[in-house]
Each structure stands twice: as structure tokens, then as C-alpha cells.
């Protein structure tokens, strides 16, 4: 993880404009639409408590925050699930 931006700094300095534009585009497009249902009901299932404990755990250890949540989602089934 240490050498993870360096890295990054060396493949992007590497790519042309056109590599650039396109690697841009895909990032847009990563970071403004979400995965389709089934991958988000995979995601919930396999990581959505792990990324909520960690969200609580660092709220608090960063502002001194207690977070309470309550999470809601379909699984691949359509069933909605929750836990809190």
C-alpha cells in the first residue's frame, strides 16, 4: 500500500492522451453509476457489515462520533434484508 501512489503516479505519467481521456471517461463513469442489483446484493452480503462496523469504528476514532446504523438491502432474490 505504501508504493501505491508512486506506482500510480509512474503508469499515469506512461499513458498518452488518448489513454488518459479514456482511463478519465471510465473513472467518470465508475464514480457516477452504480453497480447493477445482483453485484450490490453481493457486495451486501459478502462485505456490507464489515464496511459498516469499520465506518462506525473510525467515525469514532476520528471525531469521537458513536454512528447507529440501520441498513436495509435486496439480495439476489429480491428480498429485503436488513440488520442494525
Known amino acids: 500500500l505504501r508504493r501505491y501512489q508512486p506506482t500510480m503516479t509512474a503508469?499515469?505519467?506512461r499513458l498518452n492522451e488518448k489513454e488518459l481521456q479514456e482511463a478519465q471517461a471510465k473513472?467518470?463513469?465508475w464514480t457516477n453509476h452504480a453497480p447493477d442489483a445482483a453485484v450490490q446484493?453481493?457486495?451486501a452480503k459478502k462485505r456490507g457489515e464489515k464496511m459498516v462496523?469499520?465506518?462506525a469504528k473510525e467515525m469514532f476514532t476520528q471525531a469521537g462520533m458513536r454512528v447507529f446504523i440501520l441498513?436495509?438491502?435486496k439480495d439476489?432474490?429480491?428480498s429485503l434484508l436488513t440488520s442494525g
Open 11 to 13: 503508469i499515469m505519467q
Open 27 to 29: 473513472a467518470d463513469k
Open 41 to 43: 446484493a453481493k457486495t
Open 53 to 55: 462496523k469499520n465506518f
Open 71 to 73: 441498513g436495509s438491502w
Open 76 to 78: 439476489e432474490k429480491g
